[in-house]
């Protein structure tokens, strides 16, 4: 385990397992339509990956990224920096995926973006929800896991940029999020 990491929450067997039982309800779900998955970055590039890899069906794949000012571990004002191309979206049906619904504020500023733009419908998918700590009231068509109110790392999850590649979730010792530098080693496998 990567020293910074207090405790696993979700080892990588896991996480398989839930991405494959989520692509199964989008398979279904969206079999024999248009759409086009739009992958908020950077933070769901892993899952984004993992779950189209099980989803057999055609699909297009889009990017997204959305800055909110404010640094640290809560979201602040939104804006867009990269958004899909408006074929990708108008008229079509838009599955929407991204690491973690947490306030809220990051899936309900981008719906109405797609929305505006021209989809037809935007349903969303999260990796993890957060429920305890929502301020919109926005709810997750697909999650893969509900989690406890603590911050996690790994998966595709950051904090201060680092930790995006760590196989499993967990959550950071108290001292890193207090501010002292990430240490770049791993202890154990
Ligand atoms: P909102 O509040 O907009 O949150 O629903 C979505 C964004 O907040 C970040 N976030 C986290 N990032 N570990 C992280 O690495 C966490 O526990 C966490 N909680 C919220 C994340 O960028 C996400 O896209």
């Known amino acids: ?37 739009v992958s908020v970055l950077k933070g769901s590039c892993v899952f984004t990956a993992d779950l189209i890899r099980q ?30 191309r408006d074929e990708e979206i108008q008229d079509r049906r838009v ?5 973690i619904l947490d306030s809220g504020r990051t899936l309900d500023f981008m ?17 993890l929800d957060k429920p305890a700590r929502r301020l919109e009231r926005f709810e997750a068509d697909y999650r893969c896991f509900e989690v406890e109110d603590v911050f996690v790392v ?15 979730v967990g959550a950071l010792r108290p001292s890193v999020l207090e501010g002292a530098s990430p240490s770049m080693g791993e202890v154990s496998p």
Do not use: W
Not at 95 to 99: E, F, G, K, Q, Y
Not at 113 to 125: D, F, H, I, Y
């Open 111 to 127: 719906k109405s973006e797609l929305v505006a733009q021209g989809a037809k419908s935007v349903s969303s998918c999260v990796f």
């Open 1 to 37: 385990m990567h020293r910074d990491i207090e405790r696993i929450l979700l080892s990588e067997e896991e996480i398989s397992r839930a991405v494959e039982r989520v692509a199964r309800q989008v398979t279904r779900d969206f079999v024999g339509q248009e759409f086009t998955v």
């Open 95 to 99: 599955l929407l995926v991204d690491d």
């Open 154 to 168: 790994g998966y595709g999850l950051d904090f201060a940029g680092h930790y995006r590649n760590l196989p499993y």
């Open 55 to 84: 989803i057999p069906i055609p699909l297009a794949l889009a990017f997204a990224e959305v800055q909110s000012y404010g640094a640290g571990t809560t979201s602040g004002t939104m804006r867009t920096r990269l958004m899909p």
